[in-house]
């Protein structure tokens, strides 16, 4: 249950930080590294709407309970052995 709620939290943050990334932007500020790696005028914008889409993504991999099996998939040997 407490996944659920958490992924229901991520979903709903990274939709928010996807919407409104400009108000994320001037709260946080620029991102040197995003500026830095990214090579484009808005590298901040593009790096929180990409860390936005990465949190609802998982967010709603943990609603499903399919975050281990992803992990699974991503991750054959590394850590779960196989």
């Keep these: 249950m407490g996944f659920?709620?958490?992924?229901?939290?991520?979903?709903i943050l990274g939709g928010a930080m996807v919407i409104k990334t400009d108000w994320f932007y001037n709260f946080l500020g620029p991102?040197?590294?995003?500026?830095?790696?990214?090579?484009?005028?808005?590298?901040?914008?593009?790096?929180?709407?990409?860390?936005?889409l990465i949190a609802v993504f998982v967010g709603f991999l943990m609603i499903?309970?399919?975050?281990?099996?992803f992990l699974k998939w991503v991750l054959p040997n590394s850590f779960f052995g196989g």
Aim: hydrophobic letters at 55%.
């Design 4 to 11: 659920i709620f958490f992924g229901i939290v991520l979903v």
């Design 31 to 52: 991102l040197p590294f995003a500026e830095k790696y990214l090579n484009t005028e808005g590298g901040s914008v593009l790096a929180y709407k990409a860390i936005g």
């Design 64 to 69: 499903f309970n399919l975050f281990e099996i």
